[in-house]
């Protein structure tokens, strides 16, 4: 049985005239041990499915479907019991570290706190041990000089040794599904190869499966086995890596890797761009969300939203030109 099975998930936020959808009808699996890259630009429902799976959306969502954590419904687990699941079994790494991150508080102890929230089977560790427990997690994401460096605050390290203090957060407590929302955003590329090189290592120390959240290409395809690919809040495509890479089934998903420079690309010639701009998810057109930027369409396009049809072996497309 796959670790977290996503099925049918809307989420929806109060609005005038009427409710916006965030996310609509999405469905995905995630299995032991397995990386799943979801890609989409900004505004595609990414991080708010992200959150769902969390349970920390704001009060006023609205959530339906069902979110399966290790056979466990997720969305009707009562709250006061999602903290031991939060951080004890499923962690999550943010966007941001500098705004994650408590200013006013030694990076050790923000690890060590994490300790102290939660038991690791069944055992409760002291302030000191969890210190210890907490110094041990940061030399584990290679913070250098780590029992001085336990002591410093935020503003005393660098970008991407912030990110690995949220790194050494999330893993601490040995959870088995890691959320990894954009975590190489804002870091140079030197640094972003490292944390990706550092988050293969602990997914194959601790077993961790994982959740890979980005809009860049490039870096999901550094670290996921399958890749999922969203539009305007929905699921557009969905396989293993190498089939969405080499055989991109959406006309989206074509659209975006044609977008990403290689090394054959002619640095004289300007980037291909996908034309148009993503709609509002306040005022989506009647079929395919992606109609009116595609160039591959037909009359059934606008008339109502197709659904996921196979197109190779656990390789499925939202799209009618797909299934022809």
Known sequence: MPLLQVRNLTVEFPGAPRAVAAVRDVSFEVGQGEVLGLVGESGSGKSVTSLAVMRLLVPQARTSGEILFDGRDLLATPLDEMRSVRGEKISMIFQEPMTALNPVMRVGDQVAEAVLAHSRNGTRFSKGEAWQQAVEALRTVAIPDVERRARDYPHQMSGGQRQRVMIAMA?????????????????????????????????????????????????????????????????????????????????????????????????????????????????????????????????????ALPPLVEVGPGHVARCVVART
Do not use: W
């Open 171 to 303: 893993i601490v407590n040995r959870p088995q599904l890691l959320i990894a929302d954009e975590p190489t955003t804002a870091l140079d590329v030197t640094i972003q190869a490292q944390i990706l090189e550092l988050l293969a290592e602990l997914r194959h120390k601790f077993g961790l499966a994982m959740l890979f959240i980005s809009h860049d290409l490039a870096v999901v395809s550094e670290v996921s086995d399958r890749i999922a690919v969203m539009y305007a809040g929905a699921l557009v495509e969905m396989g293993p890596a190498q089939a969405v890479f080499r055989s991109p089934a959406h006309p989206y998903t074509r659209g975006l890797l044609n977008s990403v420079p290689t090394l054959r690309t002619d640095r004289r010639q300007p980037l291909r761009t996908i034309e148009g701009t993503v709609p509002s998810v306040g005022s989506l057109p009647t079929g395919c969300a992606f109609e009116p930027r595609c160039n591959s369409t037909t009359a059934e396009c606008s008339t």
